[in-house]
């Protein structure tokens, strides 16, 4: 409830009360005569389609190999071998010429150039209804948030800050190859997200940025985006993430209702979440398609203003040892049962 809006009631006579239940009597008749029409292309209905099984032990390998790589910050060894291998298993599961490696440069903090890719895979080409499922790639160059003071200018694993997210699309990659989707799907992994320095957002969402300023396909227009962001840790919830509520809240509501109805709701949390700045703010901003994020972080307090992110963010900790096949299972399942019987 809002205090201000309780407040201001009260300072209304016993006088006014009519004229003012007459007035919202009017306003809810406009409303419902003249309100605009839900978006179809955010309509959901269960269409009784045979959904195929998600293999969380696939995307965790998935995710593996991704950090055997080592850190993929730009510039890095790790970065340019997860390029390649990344670009080679959607050309497996995509086939070679439906896979479009988007090349693009960035100056650093100290003046230098960095090479970066958006890797871009297209399921069912032929259709032109689509949808779009985003991840970023890279990792951080920097743990500044690591216990050891020694260690906080040293890149970092990645293994759900970008790996995880990764993980779920490859594995999803695999199924559309082998059960071709009943929409097209566009999966969408962005390099450059997490290069900037702390408070210094115009450094970060490089590869979204660019992907949305230089879109490959003119006029491309899919129905909605779903963003993967540290969703495999063991002890993840993702709560209604704050932009994807205020830019795509049909598709919220949906996603969150198929959680709920698979029994992921200790997961998947029917609470509002922070606002987060991340790829699908730059996507909802500059070019207007309804994207969500799934991400994992705690619902906030209230008066709570920064993001409560879990205690591994930004540090050597996020490794491996923190990926849970069980959070990789609930996302994929949930994506699936989207995908492939939701959407009309």
């Not at 959680?259 to 996507?283: N, Q, T, V, Y």
């Amino acid at each position: 409830m809002d205090n201000r809006t309780t407040y201001s009631s009260m300072l209304f006579s016993a006088s006014t009360l009519p004229w003012l239940l007459t007035l919202s009597l009017i306003m809810m008749l406009l409303s419902a005569c003249g309100g605009e029409e839900p978006d179809p292309r955010l309509s959901f209905t269960e269409r009784d389609r045979d959904v195929p099984a998600f293999d969380a032990d696939s995307a965790y390998q998935f995710t593996a190999a991704q950090v055997a790589f080592g850190p993929r910050n730009p510039g890095s060894q790790g970065h340019h071998l997860t390029r390649d291998y990344l670009a080679e298993k959607l050309g497996e599961y995509a086939g070679r010429q439906a896979v479009y490696v988007q090349p693009f440069t960035h100056t650093g903090y100290a003046g230098e150039t960095y090479d970066m890719s958006n890797i871009i895979a297209a399921f069912r080409p032929d259709l032109g209804d689509r949808i779009m499922l985003l991840a970023h790639w890279d990792t951080r160059p920097r743990a500044e948030r690591d216990p050891d003071p020694a260690r906080r200018n040293e890149p970092i694993p990645g293994a759900d800050d970008g790996g995880s997210g990764v993980g779920v699309l490859l594995e999803l990659a695999r199924i559309f190859r082998d059960h071709p989707p009943p929409i097209g799907v566009d999966i969408l992994l962005f390099d450059g997200e997490d290069y900037g320095r702390e408070g210094d957002l115009e450094y970060y969402f490089l590869g979204s940025r660019y992907w949305s300023n230089n879109p490959p396909v003119p006029g491309y227009r899919p129905r909605f985006g779903i963003l993967l962001d540290m969703v495999g840790a063991g002890d993840a919830v993702f709560p209604r993430e704050g932009f994807s509520m205020q830019y795509a809240p049909r598709l919220v509501d949906e996603v969150w209702r198929i959680a709920r109805e698979m029994g992921h709701d200790d997961l998947f949390l029917d609470e509002k979440g922070s606002s987060i700045a991340d790829d699908h703010w730059i996507i909802n901003r500059k070019t207007g398609i309804p994207t969500i994020n799934i991400i994992h972080h705690k619902p906030p307090r209230p008066f709570q203003t920064d993001v409560s992110f879990p205690e591994y963010w930004h540090t050597h900790a996020d490794d491996m040892d923190i990926i849970a096949t069980e959070t990789l299972q609930a996302v994929g399942d949930v994506l699936l049962e989207l995908i492939y019987n939701r959407i009309r």
